[in-house]
């Protein structure tokens, strides 16, 4: 089936005695039993499928998770509570039984580097971070520090830079260190990384997946060799997402499909329309010809879907400017956040990477002019002209 069939097909429709539900429903119940007491033990046993006590499974959430693998093409799926749990699972079960060291991009989600540098580091984990477009840097990296796993994103934030995922997980094969890539700023839609080499994947189901702003949830997906130690200690730990939060996210994913497409096409005319604006310095977009890493994301894109994150410069502008041409928007939302089916706007001097320094901030290109779109489904027109009254 092609992604676009799955997205509305997978995991769902499970037969439920003589009927089946359309969709599926919301399970409470924290246990379950059988007629069987010898099926309850091959259930616990994890020799049949099946839910017994909800930590372990629970028939909403196990939806969910059949869904999203699928989507990326994984072996198995555990849905969390957050996208931060997420990729705590992932970075957990990579390294229980391997080297404590991580290489890891130097552009990432604000709280994943926080995750790094204030709880696996006082913990033991040696990370070293590396520009994640620098094939060279990442090679000595790896073949210096030895590390046990390694972890980047698909598209970095807020700069929407673009490393070349597939080369990268040649590398980590060869080190033995699986590639963790969190997804979130893609979907599946766009990159597969799992098809592309990587071991895990991470997304923040906040985000594009259940993308209504409505609900919190994170999933892991990972291949064959990797997934059992995610499930083993998921099972130990209960990061689980519940039954409700699963089911919104379910519904949400069934429209990814059009949204993305949608939201897709909204950014390219966003963006070309922003270029040529009087009062805007620069634009970083993935599907602009002169972005750094165009050829890469000319290779591992589809035509025409090159994400719909949009981030710009204020020509001559501060904090002050900034926080006035913000203050002026009518229908943009300015809200933490992406993905959103309506069209949001942050300031990542403010919020995702507040607790840089100034001088970290510059040193990564975030000067106090920028500002992050995420580009939602409304009519372009209707964004575009937000945009002009509040310039
Ligand atoms: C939002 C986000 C996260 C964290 O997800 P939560 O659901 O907020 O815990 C991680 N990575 C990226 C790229 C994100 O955008």
């Known amino acids: 089936m092609k992604i676009e069939s799955k997205l509305v097909h997978s995991g769902d429709r499970k037969k439920a005695g003589n009927y089946t539900p359309v969709s599926t429903p919301i399970y409470t119940a924290a246990s379950y039993f059988y007629d069987s007491m010898d099926q309850l033990d091959r259930i616990f046993g994890r020799e049949e499928a099946g839910p017994s006590y909800q930590r372990y499974d629970n028939p909403t959430t ?17 849905a969390c509570s957050s996208g931060m749990s997420a990729l705590h699972l992932a970075l957990l079960s990579a390294l229980i039984d391997r080297p404590r060291r991580l290489v890891a991009a130097n552009a990432l989600y604000g709280a994943t580097t926080g995750m790094l540098m204030n709880i696996f580091t006082p913990l033991g984990v040696d990370v070293e971070f590396v520009d994640v477009c620098d094939l060279a840097a990442i090679e000595e990296a790896v073949a210096r ?170 020509k001559d502008a501060g904090k002050p400017e900034v926080f006035r041409f913000m203050e002026r928007l009518k229908m943009i939302v300015r809200a933490t956040s992406l993905g959103d089916v309506h069209t949001m706007m942050l300031y990542p001097a403010m919020a995702s990477h507040r607790d840089l320094s100034p001088k970290q901030r510059h040193k990564l290109g975030i000067g106090d002019n920028l500002v992050r779109m995420s580009i939602g489904i409304e009519a372009p027109e209707d964004i575009l002209a937000d945009l002009e009254q509040a310039f």
């Open 145 to 314: 520090h030895k590390p046990g796993a390694m972890v980047m994103e698909t598209v970095s934030n807020p700069l929407l830079r673009v490393g070349e995922m597939d080369r990268i997980a040649t590398i980590s094969k060869r080190a033995g260190a699986p590639l963790i890539v969190d997804n979130t700023f893609a979907t599946p839609l766009l990159v597969r990384p799992l098809d592309l080499g990587a071991s895990i994947v991470v997304h923040s189901a906040t985000k594009y997946m259940a993308g209504h702003g409505d609900v919190l949830g994170g999933v892991v997906i990972a291949d064959r060799e990797h997934f059992d130690p995610i499930k083993t200690i998921a099972r130990t730990m209960g990061p689980n997402l519940g039954p409700f939060e699963s089911y919104l996210a379910m519904r949400g994913i069934k429209t990814m499909g059009l949204r993305m497409e949608r939201q897709c096409a909204n950014a390219c005319k966003v963006a070309s329309w922003l270029a040529t604006h009087p009062r805007v310095e620069r634009v970083h977009f993935t599907g602009d010809p002169s972005h750094p890493d165009h050829a890469t994301i000319v290779r591992l894109f589809p035509k025409n879907l090159y994400g719909a994150m949009v981030a710009f410069e204020l």
């Open 62 to 78: 196990s939806a969910l998770e059949e869904l999203v693998r699928d989507l990326e093409n994984g072996a198995g799926a555990v």
